[in-house]
């Protein structure tokens, strides 16, 4: 048996990763241990069709979220969203997924905001066959967390969708670009790693 057919519960974790920071890193510990996941793949989009900003060029996400996670057992990066020519889906993605862990069930994880705006996704019906939609809730999404209670698609799943408990992380991503693009100093949210990685390669300095 391969390593890929031992693997019997997966999770999927995707974003943008523009930069990661220390909540990506809360939520993927949180859905290994609740969850009780063999393996998480944390997947960077590519061309990200619902994107209205320019994302910080493929390459320098990945090699940053490589450098976030690191040191978190049971994760994998994975980079087939980059490396996929053209506009990404989360469809097409579960889709290969499933072919290459034929033996595994799938999770998906995603936040309260992404929750809100399923019903937009590409072929969501779909995606919501062949996973198990798994919703990331701080305590302060209580917008989010209704919305996921009385959205259409989830009555579409017979058991419902997996809360993920997570701790209240006022962490923001834009928030971090704004003050890496108006300061030197570095937001306590971002692995060592991370930003030896952005210093380096001079990242966000121009989103002014």
Request: aromatic share 8%; net charge neutral.
């Amino acid at each position: 048996m391969s390593q890929n057919q031992a693997i019997e519960r997966l999770g999927i974790f995707g974003g943008s990763f523009d930069p990661p920071h220390q909540a990506h890193i809360t939520l993927a510990s949180r859905a290994i241990e609740q969850l009780h996941l063999d393996q998480l793949l944390v997947i960077p989009t590519g061309d990200a069709w619902h994107k209205t900003r320019n994302l910080t060029l493929a390459p320098h996400r990945l090699a940053m979220t490589r450098l976030a996670f690191a040191d978190l057992p049971k994760v994998s990066v994975d980079s087939r969203e980059i490396d996929r020519h053209g506009p990404t889906y989360t469809f097409d993605t579960l889709e290969e997924i499933a072919r290459d862990f034929s033996n595994a069930k799938l999770f998906l994880c995603i936040g309260g905001d992404q929750a809100q705006a399923f019903s937009t996704w590409h072929r969501w019906k779909d995606i919501l066959k062949r996973t198990t939609v798994v919703v990331a809730f701080r305590p302060e999404d209580k917008s989010s967390a209704e919305s996921v209670n009385h959205a259409q698609w989830h009555n579409e799943l017979p058991t419902g969708a997996i809360r993920l408990e997570m701790p209240s992380l006022a962490i923001s991503a834009t928030d971090i670009r704004l003050q890496l693009a108006q300061s030197d100093t570095f937001p306590s949210a971002l692995p060592k790693g991370v930003c030896e990685y952005i210093q380096q390669h001079s990242l966000y300095k121009n989103d002014r």
